[in-house]
């Protein structure tokens, strides 16, 4: 605590320089004409300018060669700006959680909370959508600047391709049909890139952040006050010899792929309200945006990485394709469900300057993003339309946006029938119709229909028995209360070893409850979430485990199989009864199957199977079935 005191005391006297580099041409003039004017106010965050252009998935990006050679290029200028500068990378990256300093005028209190990112909030992804909005302001800014740099044609032609630029997304929920989910484009170490001196192999801006300098002190704790890039599964803490392992990145994405699919429909379909669709902490839908979210975090870092710990997250490039990966889904959540944005919840947990408690509404003020040089703060209701910020998404930019029309793409992309490259994936809904053969795709890049085709789904046809149900785990703990992230990782079946940092690719691992915190947070505040079962019911039913999917079989197998171990940020295993709050409960649903393609799959209300978790370290104990539900059931409409 001593360290922390003074480190305080250090930054409170800190004042910031805002001044941009000097650069060629009249757009880099216009924005440092614009920030000395500022200089004496506050910045306003308008998002990237010249009109709404589409963000694409990174895939699709890199197929423009242009495009994405211009993509990279601007992510290395912008992350090689100098750190004590407003809008570089350092300090973007800084808001969400270290060196806790104020950014931008907007001071905190350093004794409530690291950072100003909202987490187990209702704001979460109102405040991460305006936290997207200054990324793109600044990197638009470096895109301009790279341009300038060019001479003749090749000005023209990355000046052409800069009109419609924009930070693109990583869908890691799609089902990319047995090729790597983590895409190469963001783990090579090195690429090659047309720059205005000729073609150089470079160090791929996407493969790390490399700090000039590292500060120490606002990096707060070991190991990583000594390691001056970010890192994904570090071997070693040792600050000389340590590397990432992203083929163990790669390895965990694709184990998650499945489950995270499921999760995403299964919130599509049964959460309706914001407050639930919104964090973790709510106990509204059990599902949340921010839990799905927090998996991928933990996915990427693993043991130690950057990505995996709260206050350090953002230094790493992957989060800014992961979070625009976020947004796109609230924005089709709000395309589907336009009147449910009832934001009156309070916060889950504390932050710079919001206390655990506080009432959040859709006024309350995003800080520390201001929307004017006058001192006005974004809230959720300035950011509520994307296109207000300069970019939409494929989803709603063309074909039928209405709110079946994007019903029908999220059908397609997640859903029973959702169009892949393998010959069949599991289905969420309903357990036993399962999809037939599919041609292959074009491509390894999901493609969406604008005019998806009339009549119900294949996989939601030739149902085998007389009921289909959703089964699903529902899963609380305390998200703060273990000095860091960790992950509780379910099994159908004892995993094949006793060491932690392999349960996460185990083969009878179906899905994971992820806490995203940080070493120094230390609250009560509880997370929820569901693991949905059908996807590895229907592979143990495929490899004869399991004689039948109905009730009768399935509740005794899960009570006699379902199992789940806890692993720390740090790769340590937990015993389960030394997690706080963590309670593992099992449900399960009748499943009404959709009509058509732009419906979803309805359920009736789900029933608590106490006996499947009873008796077992972290399961539901006697007489918390009724309150388990209560807290933890999806939304029945």
């Known amino acids: 605590m001593a360290r922390f005191s003074i480190l305080k005391a250090a930054v409170s006297a800190l004042a910031f320089a805002a001044t941009l580099v000097g650069a060629q041409g009249a757009q880099d003039v216009q924005e440092e004409q614009q920030l000395e004017k500022r200089q004496s106010g506050t910045f306003a965050i308008r998002g990237a300018t010249g009109g709404v252009a589409t963000r694409l998935e990174v895939r699709r990006l890199a197929a423009d060669s242009n495009a994405w050679n211009l993509f990279l290029l601007a992510m290395r200028d912008l992350k090689g700006l100098p750190q004590n500068q407003l809008l570089s990378y350092y300090q973007i990256a800084g808001v969400h959680g270290v060196p806790n300093i104020p950014w931008d005028g907007v001071r905190g209190n350093a004794n409530q909370g690291v950072g100003y990112c909202t987490h187990a909030n209702p704001i979460f992804p109102?405040?991460?959508?305006?936290?997207?909005?200054?990324?793109?302001?600044?990197?638009?800014?470096?895109?301009?600047?790279?341009?300038?740099?060019?001479?003749?044609?090749?000005?023209?032609?990355?000046?052409?391709?800069?009109?419609?630029?924009?930070?693109?997304?990583?869908?890691?929920?799609?089902?990319?049909?047995?090729?790597?989910?983590?895409?190469?484009?963001?783990?090579?170490?090195?690429?090659?890139?047309?720059?205005?001196?000729?073609?150089?192999?470079?160090?791929?801006?996407?493969?790390?952040?490399?700090?000039?300098?590292?500060?120490?002190?606002?990096?707060?704790?070991?190991?990583?006050?000594?390691?001056?890039?970010?890192?994904?599964?570090?071997?070693?803490?040792?600050?000389?010899?340590?590397?990432?392992?992203?083929?163990l990145a790669t390895a965990r994405v694709n184990q998650d792929n499945p489950s995270l699919r499921q999760r995403i429909y299964q919130l599509f379909a049964n959460c309706r309200d914001y407050r639930g669709f919104s964090n973790s902490n709510s106990n509204v839908c059990g599902q949340s945006l921010e839990a799905v979210h927090n998996n991928i975090h933990n996915d990427i870092g693993g043991p130690n990485g950057h990505m995996t710990i709260l206050w350090y997250a953002a230094f790493d490039p992957s989060f800014w394709l992961h979070h625009a990966n976020v947004d796109r889904l609230y924005a089709l959540w709000q395309a589907i469900y336009p009147n449910s944005y009832t934001i009156n919840a309070p916060a889950g947990q504390s932050t710079y300057t919001i206390r655990s408690g506080d009432q959040m509404t859709a006024n309350t003020p995003l800080r520390p993003f201001h929307s004017n040089s006058n001192g006005a703060f974004h809230t959720s209701n300035s950011v509520r339309n994307v296109r207000n910020l300069g970019?939409?998404?494929?989803?709603?930019?063309?074909?039928?946006?209405?709110?079946?029309?994007?019903?029908?793409?999220?059908?397609?992309?997640?859903?029973?029938?959702?169009?892949?490259?393998?010959?069949?994936d599991s289905a969420p809904f309903p357990i036993v119709a399962r999809a037939e053969d599919d041609e292959a795709a074009a491509d390894l890049t999901p493609t969406i229909s604008a005019s998806p085709s009339s009549g119900?789904?294949?996989?939601?046809?030739?149902?085998?028995?007389?009921?289909?149900?959703?089964?699903?785990?529902?899963?609380?703990?305390?998200?703060?209360?273990?000095?860091?992230?960790?992950?509780?990782?379910?099994?159908?079946?004892?995993?094949?070893?006793?060491?932690?940092?392999?349960?996460?690719?185990?083969?009878?691992?179906?899905?994971?409850?992820?806490?995203?915190?940080?070493?120094?947070?230390?609250?009560?505040?509880?997370?929820?979430?569901?693991?949905?079962?059908?996807?590895?019911?229907?592979?143990?039913?495929?490899?004869?485990?399991?004689?039948?999917?109905d009730r009768k079989v399935v509740l005794p197998y899960l009570e006699k199989n379902l199992q789940w171990k806890v692993m720390k940020s740090t790769g340590e295993g937990v015993p389960n009864d030394h997690v706080p709050g963590l309670t593992v409960g099992v449900q399960s649903a009748k499943v009404k199957p959709a009509k058509s393609r732009n419906e979803f799959p309805t359920v009736a209300h789900y029933e608590d199977h106490q006996e499947c978790t009873h008796g077992k370290s972290g399961g539901v104990q006697q007489g918390m079935a009724n309150d388990w539900y209560k807290r933890c059931a999806p939304v029945d409409e």
């Open 456 to 549: 119900p789904p294949q996989s939601l046809k030739n149902a085998t028995l007389p009921e289909d149900y959703d089964f699903t785990t529902n899963i609380v703990s305390e998200g703060y209360s273990l000095g860091g992230s960790y992950n509780v990782y379910l099994f159908l079946g004892e995993p094949e070893s006793d060491e932690p940092t392999t349960w996460g690719t185990d083969s009878n691992c179906l899905g994971t409850h992820a806490s995203f915190s940080a070493p120094g947070m230390h609250s009560r505040t509880l997370i929820r979430s569901h693991v949905p079962l059908n996807a590895a019911l229907n592979d143990k039913f495929d490899k004869g485990e399991i004689k039948s999917l």
């Open 126 to 247: 109102s405040w991460h959508r305006a936290y997207m909005a200054l990324f793109d302001q600044a990197f638009q800014t470096s895109v301009n600047r790279v341009v300038n740099q060019f001479q003749g044609a090749a000005r023209t032609r990355f000046s052409n391709a800069a009109r419609n630029l924009r930070v693109p997304y990583w869908d890691w929920a799609a089902n990319y049909g047995g090729s790597a989910v983590l895409p190469a484009s963001m783990t090579n170490k090195f690429v090659t890139l047309e720059t205005p001196s000729g073609r150089q192999n470079v160090l791929n801006p996407l493969f790390r952040y490399d700090t000039h300098p590292l500060d120490r002190a606002g990096f707060l704790t070991d190991p990583w006050d000594a390691w001056p890039v970010t890192l994904r599964y570090p071997n070693s803490t040792d600050p000389v010899r340590v590397a990432s392992q992203n083929n």
């Open 391 to 424: 970019y939409t998404y494929p989803e709603l930019s063309s074909g039928d946006t209405s709110p079946a029309g994007v019903r029908a793409k999220v059908n397609n992309l997640y859903g029973p029938g959702a169009r892949r490259v393998t010959k069949r």
